[in-house]
């Protein structure tokens, strides 16, 4: 399976290269996850694997994460996630994946979900560049202009086209960020040290693994 692993942003610091070059990486406390179940295209559809990340007293799980759980031999866990493969999953149940996977890895793709700014206008939600401040202009400079029914982007039933961009909840979503350089591995203390910024607060849940489009991917000094 391609490496993938659950953790946690712990934040932004900067390291240096082999060359001397300063590189702003964000560290992520990744793992370890267990193996909890294994899919393929026989018995469901798709080849995929399972796994659970922070485990949890069975006070707090419910039954069916108890009976799921005791089916790999694991404890229940906080977040559970799937990972497609393309081939059968080639990792034994109930087995432990930690930063070790991405030892041969140079390229990541981050899944996490953005930090949330709650409501906001056009000019924060689009980057709209407002309307000019001369004299004649009331009230108006920070609007998205007139959104009426008769518009060139109407929708079928002459109300605004769905996607009309208007202002509204921003952020909170998920994002996937790719093609970042896996700058180190720490195997000792579970540690990924990933270039440049990752979606989500600190503390954020994130999902780490091997760039699917990582031959675009120019490197940067």
């Known amino acids: 399976m391609q490496a993938a692993l659950l953790g946690r942003k712990i934040g932004m610091t900067h390291v240096y290269d082999e ?9 992520v406390q990744a793992g370890p996850c267990q193996v909890t179940q294994l899919k393929t295209a026989e018995s469901d559809g798709y080849n995929a694997v399972q796994v659970g990340f922070e485990p949890i007293r069975s006070q707090r799980a419910t039954q069916p994460i108890i009976g799921h759980a005791a089916r790999a031999k694991t404890r229940p866990a906080r977040v559970y996630r799937e990972v497609r493969t393309v081939q059968a999953p080639d990792v034994e149940l109930g087995s432990e994946l930690t930063v070790e996977v991405f030892r041969e890895v140079q390229w990541v793709d981050v899944v996490g979900t953005s930090k949330g700014k709650g409501y906001a ?14 004299h004649g202009t009331e009230r108006m400079h920070r ?15 002459g ?15 998920r ?8 700058v180190a591995v720490d195997v000792e203390n579970g540690l990924l040290l990933i270039r440049g910024a990752l979606p989500g607060a600190n503390g954020g849940l994130l999902m780490v693994r091997t760039s699917k489009t990582k031959k675009i991917a120019k490197a940067k000094a």
């Open 19 to 27: 060359a001397g070059t300063l590189q702003p990486v964000t560290v």
């Open 175 to 182: 994002v996937t960020s790719r093609n970042h350089r896996l």
């Open 159 to 173: 109300g605004p086209k769905k996607g009309k961009r208007m202002p509204g909840r921003m952020g909170g979503d």
């Open 143 to 157: 609007h998205g202009g007139s959104i009426a029914s008769h518009g060139n982007e109407r929708g079928g039933s």
């Open 121 to 134: 206008g056009v000019m924060k939600r689009y980057h709209f560049g407002g309307m000019g401040a001369s």
